[in-house]
């Protein structure tokens, strides 16, 4: 792989990463389409990266579909997929991580516990393997994409880190891997998180800008739905990711919520329209 992405460089091509943990769907896709566009050579890796799950968590069942991924890849005109083995990202004397204080302690930092500093790990160790001219992250991991740009900006990496919008199901679910583990009624509950975003959305649509009674909103709409658990839903400035008590500048509103088991998360990404302006832009 760095073999390859020297060779690259040498001939002044711009090399494009997709980073996956593999069960690849739509969401994916789109990174690698607009990716496509950009970059050639582009790289997609495939790691299921066994240092961002706790030890209670599904790294043992997380879904792994190597054959099809690789075939949707190359149908996708991936050049090369870098697929390393554990043992060769974190040899058996590996003892040095990345920690991107701050963001990692936050929302999802604080309901898994080291998962940042996994992601965090990775990361850097794809970018330093495959030095792409740009890397593709989801939005849908907001907190995650936003740490990766921190690390990114705080290190001087030379890799541009780029974020692409969310993609959803017809009915606004959010595409994750991790949707394969609900059954028909936790699929069908699941909506629930896009109801609540579209709901606090008609909110600031409004005019409503005190957090207080957008957060109500959430809760209320995410109460309505019996086999929801909310972990958290809260509204944070999307820099820091810490709490603001009035949407004046960019914020996430963010969700995570169990169905079951399955733990799935989702968010609203608001900012001004302009410099100044009470007028908002949402990506949802």
């Given at each position: 792989m760095k073999e390859t992405a020297r060779q690259a460089r040498a001939e002044g091509r711009i090399i494009g990463l997709v980073p996956t943990m593999g069960a690849l769907h739509e969401g994916h896709l789109s990174l690698i389409a607009q990716a496509k566009r950009e970059c050639s050579p582009l790289i997609a890796s495939i790691f299921v990266n066994p240092k961002q799950f706790g030890p209670k968590e599904d790294f043992a069942k997380y879904p792994r579909a190597f054959e099809t991924d690789s075939e949707k890849l190359k149908h996708a005109g991936v050049d090369a997929v870098f697929a390393p083995e554990?043992?060769?990202?974190?040899?058996?004397?590996?003892?040095?991580?990345?920690?991107?204080?701050?963001?990692?302690e936050r929302l999802e930092g604080r309901s898994r516990p080291g998962h940042f500093r996994g992601v965090a790990t990775v990361v850097i160790k794809l970018l330093q393997i495959v030095q792409p001219h740009r890397a593709y992250f989801g939005r849908k991991d907001a907190q995650q994409a936003r740490l990766i740009q921190k690390m990114a900006h705080d290190l001087n990496l030379d890799s541009e880190i780029v974020i692409c919008p969310i993609v959803r199901e017809s009915d606004g679910l959010a595409l994750s891997?991790?949707?394969?583990?609900?059954?028909?009624?936790?699929?069908?509950?699941?909506?629930v998180l896009h109801r609540a975003l579209q709901a606090a959305k008609g909110e600031l649509d409004r005019g409503v800008r005190e957090v207080m009674q957008l957060k109500d909103v959430l809760q209320r709409t995410l109460s309505k739905e019996t086999l929801a658990t909310v972990d958290y839903a809260e509204i944070v400035d999307a820099d820091s990711f810490e709490p603001v008590v009035r949407v004046r500048k960019a914020c996430y509103l963010v969700l995570a919520v169990f169905f079951g088991k399955t733990r799935l998360i989702d968010n609203l990404y608001v900012e001004p329209a302009s410099p100044g302006s009470d007028d908002l832009v949402f990506h949802l």
């Open positions: 554990p043992v060769e990202i974190y040899p058996n004397d590996f003892s040095t991580y990345v920690n991107v204080e701050g963001l990692s891997s991790r949707n394969v583990y609900l059954n028909p009624d936790e699929r069908r509950a699941a909506t």
